[in-house]
């Protein structure tokens, strides 16, 4: 449901306004941000984010992220705020960010800038991958 949607939201966004959108998981990201800014190429990495419109990160909260990915992360999210549009999906609420993020003080800023100005979406009910097991039985 939400990587679905998501997925929607972002070919619409290229396919009727010409938005420029990159998809990533979080982790992916995070991996990225990492590993430019070991060899040096974090400038050019984050020059090619800021050119985007729309970036989508999915999957928040599967993977418990490094410090130098949680802090280079929320650079990205702190460049998108109030500049492009960000997706992020995940199944936490976000009391528990801090787990994903590491540090109470960098969630509590990551979540102070995507709240502001957001549409949050809430998916009830059981998972879709879950219901189409049980039919397949």
């Known amino acids: 449901g939400k990587t679905y949607l998501a997925t929607l939201i972002s070919l619409n966004a290229i396919h009727r306004y010409g938005t420029k ?12 941000l990492i590993e430019a800014n070991q060899n040096g190429s974090l400038p050019r990495l984050i020059k090619q984010l800021e050119r985007l419109d729309l970036l ?7 993977i418990p992220l490094h410090k130098e990915g949680a802090e280079l992360l929320f650079q990205v999210i702190s460049m998108c705020y109030e500049n492009k549009s960000l ?19 960098l969630t509590e800023a990551v979540i102070d800038r995507l709240i502001h100005h957001s549409h949050l979406l809430l998916f009830n ?13």
């Open 21 to 32: 959108v990159k998809f990533f998981t979080l982790a992916s990201l995070a991996n990225k």
């Open 87 to 105: 997706v992020i999906t995940t199944n936490l609420q976000f009391g528990q960010w801090n787990h994903v993020f590491g540090d109470p003080i």
């Open 56 to 62: 989508i990160l999915d999957e928040l909260g599967y």
């Open 125 to 137: 009910g059981e998972s879709f991958r879950y219901k189409e097991s049980l039919i397949q039985q």
